[in-house]
């Protein structure tokens, strides 16, 4: 079992930024790949960005240009720097943790954008 716990999230204003954060409760060095979702209310969760074990990185098109998601190995980190932020950003985003099919999740942390 991977225990993820994200942090900073919060209320901010339109145009502003955010950087949040997962921390893992063991390496992850060998992992397949971890990322963010988010999920609005009413809306199906979805996903806002991916970093593979080989750095690799992916995003909706609706954060690229504005999200950049990175990880920090040696302290078991991954983080999503989120710029221009836009009232429709506003959701729950949960870090996950893809162990080669077998999945984890963080228990979400709530990003709202006033406008």
């Known amino acids: 079992q991977v225990y993820l716990v994200e942090s900073g999230g919060g209320l901010v204003q339109a145009g502003g930024s955010l950087r949040l954060s997962c921390a893992a409760s063991e390496s992850i060095f060998s992992f397949k790949a971890m990322g963010w979702y988010r999920q609005a209310p009413g809306k199906q969760r979805e996903l806002v960005a991916v970093?593979?074990?080989?750095?690799?990185?992916n995003y909706a098109d609706s954060v690229k240009g504005r999200f950049t998601i990175s990880r920090d190995v040696a302290k078991n980190g991954v983080y999503l720097q989120m710029n221009s932020l836009k009232a429709e950003d506003t959701a729950v985003y949960y870090c996950y943790l893809d162990n080669y099919g077998v999945n984890y999740w963080g228990q979400g942390t709530q990003v709202t954008v006033s406008s």
């Open positions: 970093i593979t074990f080989g750095s690799t990185t």
